[in-house]
């Protein structure tokens, strides 16, 4: 067997990157080097990804220098070895990285004889210590939980130590009954907490069940490779199977069934499937028994994404005029959206909750600040976290929407001009338009701007100049607001525009204005 060793540069010049990549002929040395990092942050997460067996990491670095990356790395007991780059002036540094186990240490610049007679003394030790552990594992034969488990999980060693077994060797020493027909691998989650003796009776019960044969524990749950069973559509057995187990830890379990497979060797997918229902389980709605089905389901749901682009701004509207049907849609597109982004719950709940304290927040700055007591304080927060689904979640965030919809329009005038005018007072600010006004109050453009002029006397644009002008005065004689600054806040946007508009509204110049008030 030829042992390969797994190199990494992490180094933020890269002229000593390309270098250490060009110079050293590391197929000669039995390495091969499977990437570089250009500071500390990206080395750490390459390492993390990659699980090198020696990194070559320079002292001084950017972000996270040498020295914390290698510090970092001993806290989480990752073993790999270091050969350390360094400046003369940097001894320092060495110290503190021989107290953290680091024994090869180069000056730069690097004497590459020197450095092929590191790694080669590196590699020396860490071969025989593969070779060592391998000739253990050998020796001691793996309990039938482990195998399985390490099947399951597609372990590194185990396709080197099953090329050594056919199935009758495997059968004789793990009385497996290989080949079978068909593999499926099942988990049990909501077992966290249980003792030895309550896990021991799981694994217990579950050998009595004919078709589950085999069982072992992983990131907290209990695995189960089930023979010669094709769920498919049909998952009645695993109701028994769970009332079961309920029955006997006193306590509710949750089965995610992985896909089923016809090879032993594929039998980590079906594990791989059944942990990824079991971490996407926030998306289902009180369900006892993950399967294949929901994913299509939710993988077939239609991405209305409407809401994405100024989606606080339409759900704010939406609200502010009573519209509980557009409501309703913008929330049922940002659901259909989060079951098929890949999310995690705590990034879902925080997306919903983000969206709600935007809509809130402008309700709040425009004069609706009794809502912040009702609807903006800890407890909703605290709702909001303790949602257990998304569809728990989204029912949340639409009764408070809905109740927030009906709260502000019984304070709103009832006329529907009255309505009209009242958000106008509360959005001059912004880009508005008869058109706009239109949309949301459901009336065609020429309709209501012949309402308008009925019930007001002005035409919309020359009661908005109006209403934009009366709030500009205020601003001119009360605050030290720059002139194009009060243009900008009132809606003009345009300094010049708003100056024309107001010496045809005053008769003098924004500037005289404010020098006769002062």
């Not at 090198?52 to 510090?71: N, Q, R, S, T, Y």
């Not at 240490?105 to 690097?110: E, F, G, R, T, W």
């Not at 529907?416 to 065609?444: A, N, P, R």
């Not at 309402?451 to 709030?471: A, H, M, P, V, Y």
Request: aromatic share 12%; with cysteine.
């Amino acid at each position: 067997m030829i042992w390969k060793m797994k190199v990494l540069v992490i180094d933020d010049e890269p002229n000593i990157r390309e270098g250490l990549k060009t110079l050293i002929d590391w197929e000669r040395l039995q390495c091969i080097l499977v990437g570089e990092a250009e500071n500390g942050e990206e080395g750490l997460e390459k390492i993390l990804l990659l699980h090198p067996d020696l990194v070559i990491v320079d002292i001084k670095m950017p972000e996270i220098d040498g020295i914390e990356l290698i510090e970092r790395l001993t806290r989480k007991e990752i073993e790999t070895e270091f050969i350390v780059l360094s400046g003369y002036q940097d001894f320092g540094y060495a110290k503190r990285a021989m107290e953290c186990g680091v024994n090869h240490y180069i000056l730069k610049p690097i004497d590459e004889d020197l450095l092929e007679h590191k790694v080669i003394d590196i590699y020396t030790v860490w071969k025989n210590k593969k070779m060592n552990e391998l000739a253990l594992k050998r020796q001691c034969q793996l309990s039938k939980e482990q195998m399985i488990k390490y099947i399951a999980l597609g372990h590194e060693d185990v396709e080197s130590y099953m090329t050594d077994m056919n199935y009758e060797e495997l059968n004789r020493w793990y009385e497996l009954d290989l080949p079978w027909k068909f593999y499926t691998i099942l988990l049990l989650d909501g077992i966290c907490g249980l003792d030895f003796k309550e896990r021991h009776l799981i694994k217990k019960a579950l050998a009595q069940l004919g078709d589950y044969r085999l069982s072992f524990e992983s990131e907290g749950l209990i695995g189960i490779l089930v023979k010669n069973k094709n769920y498919s559509n049909n998952y009645g057995s695993l109701f028994f199977l769970r009332e079961r187990i309920n029955k006997l830890i006193r306590k509710e379990v949750l089965i995610a069934v992985g896909i089923t497979v016809d090879s032993l060797d594929e039998v980590g997918q079906s594990f791989a499937f059944a942990k990824y229902l079991i971490d996407r389980r926030f998306l289902y709605e009180d369900q006892n028994i993950l399967h294949k089905q929901m994913t299509l389901k939710h993988n077939n749901a239609e991405q209305n994404t409407s809401y994405a682009e100024n989606g606080e701004m339409k759900l704010y509207q939406a609200v502010c005029t009573n519209q509980q049907d557009e409501v309703n849609d913008l929330l049922e597109g940002m659901r259909g959206y989060m079951e098929t982004s890949g999310w995690d719950s705590e990034r879902i709940k925080a997306f919903y909750l983000n969206v709600y304290v935007g809509v809130m927040t402008s309700l709040v700055e425009h004069q609706h600040g009794l809502l912040e007591r009702e609807f903006l304080n800890p407890k909703v927060f605290e709702e909001f976290y303790h949602q257990s689904n998304l569809f728990k979640l989204h029912g949340f965030i639409k009764f408070q929407f809905l109740t927030i919809c009906e709260y502000i329009d019984e304070m709103k005038p009832q006329n529907t001009l009255g309505k009209v005018i009242d958000y106008i007072e509360h959005h001059y600010k912004e880009d508005l338009k008869i058109e706009t006004l239109s949309k949301i109050f459901h009336y065609s453009s020429n309709y209501l701007g012949k309402q308008f002029k009925k019930e007001t006397g002005k035409s919309f644009n020359s009661f908005l100049d109006d209403l934009r002008i009366k709030e500009a005065e205020k601003l001119l004689g009360n605050s030290k607001l720059k002139i194009y600054e009060i243009a900008q806040i009132t809606g003009f946007h345009d300094p010049d525009y708003f100056a024309a508009k107001f010496k045809k509204h005053m008769g003098i110049s924004p500037k005289e204005y404010r020098i006769f008030k002062s």
